[in-house]
């Protein structure tokens, strides 16, 4: 037997197995969709219009854990809609903080108010949420700005709602949020590949799927291995 053989070998069971161990923990709980359909979580908004990332208090009253993944979105009839910042699993008969990032520009956020599910974000922003860091002020604005443009267009208005909260509370000026809107945009276009006057065409659904990821693995096989 080659030794590029034994090697594709090795490296299929490693790959088998890392996919068998993610496809588990994802089976562990139920997703957080089911869980408001069973009637078993309650999500409330935490933190006051301005905050950034939000938070919201997830409490599960079910027998079952929830999984709570990046994109799932939060709604609220009398209050700002939310999309999860983070992968968070909440064990039963448990409450979990959970960030989020606001999705409507032209809303404000009231804590204390009950948040329901409604489906999960595109997967641009679903994107640029997994490569922000929640827990830096400078990254995180960015990353809210940049879901504002994402769901509001390049020239959402600036002067009511969240953004007039997180001015405040940051204390900058709307010149400074101009400037921040206008970085932002140049890192969305750089990221999809697009003209900044172009943003509002970016497709949607463009991430990859298991199928990319395994044909991706292959031809990386092929590569190294010559087989």
Same mark, same amino acid.
């Given at each position: 037997?080659?030794i590029?053989?034994? =090697?594709?070998?090795?490296?299929?069971?490693? =790959?088998?197995?890392? *996919?068998?161990?993610?496809?588990?923990?994802?089976?562990?709980?139920?997703?957080?969709?089911?869980?408001?359909? %069973?009637?078993?979580?309650?999500?409330? @908004?935490?933190?006051?219009?301005?905050?950034?990332? &939000? &938070?919201?208090?997830?409490?599960?009253?079910?027998?079952?854990a929830?999984?709570?993944?990046?994109? %799932?979105?939060?709604?609220?009839?009398?209050?700002?809609?939310?999309?999860?910042?983070?992968?968070?699993t909440?064990? #039963?008969?448990?409450? %979990?903080?959970?960030?989020?990032?606001?999705?409507?520009?032209?809303? /404000?956020?009231?804590?204390?108010? #009950?948040?329901?599910?409604?489906?999960?974000?595109?997967?641009?922003? #679903? @994107?640029?949420?997994?490569?922000?860091?929640?827990?830096d002020?400078?990254?995180?604005?960015?990353?809210?700005?940049?879901?504002?443009?994402?769901?509001?267009?390049?020239?959402?208005?600036?002067?009511?709602?969240?953004?007039?909260?997180?001015?405040?509370?940051?204390?900058?000026?709307? *010149?400074?949020? /101009?400037?921040?809107?206008?970085?932002?945009?140049?890192?969305?276009?750089? /990221?999809?590949?697009?003209?900044?006057?172009?943003?509002?065409?970016?497709?949607?659904?463009?991430?990859?799927?298991?199928? %990319?990821?395994v044909?991706?693995f292959?031809?990386?096989? #092929?590569?190294?291995?010559?087989?």
């Amino acid at each position: 037997m080659s030794i590029r053989l034994v =090697f594709l070998i090795f490296v299929i069971v490693i =790959f088998a197995a890392g *996919t068998g161990f993610l496809s588990y923990t994802q089976s562990t709980g139920i997703p957080l969709a089911q869980a408001y359909t %069973d009637g078993t979580v309650v999500i409330t @908004q935490v933190t006051p219009a301005g905050s950034i990332p &939000h &938070h919201v208090n997830i409490t599960n009253n079910g027998n079952e854990a929830i999984n709570v993944q990046i994109g %799932d979105i939060l709604i609220s009839n009398s209050s700002q809609n939310l999309v999860i910042a983070q992968n968070e699993t909440v064990n #039963k008969n448990s409450s %979990d903080i959970v960030s989020a990032y606001c999705i409507q520009p032209s809303q /404000r956020a009231v804590p204390g108010v #009950k948040l329901e599910v409604n489906g999960t974000s595109s997967n641009a922003v #679903k @994107q640029v949420i997994e490569e922000s860091n929640p827990n830096d002020l400078t990254n995180a604005t960015s990353t809210q700005v940049q879901i504002f443009i994402l769901t509001s267009g390049v020239n959402f208005y600036i002067y009511s709602g969240e953004p007039v909260a997180e001015v405040s509370n940051q204390s900058i000026t709307y *010149t400074k949020y /101009r400037q921040l809107v206008t970085a932002a945009s140049a890192t969305l276009a750089t /990221r999809f590949n697009v003209t900044v006057n172009n943003i509002g065409n970016i497709n949607q659904n463009q991430t990859s799927n298991s199928t %990319d990821s395994v044909n991706g693995f292959l031809n990386w096989v #092929k590569t190294n291995t010559g087989i």
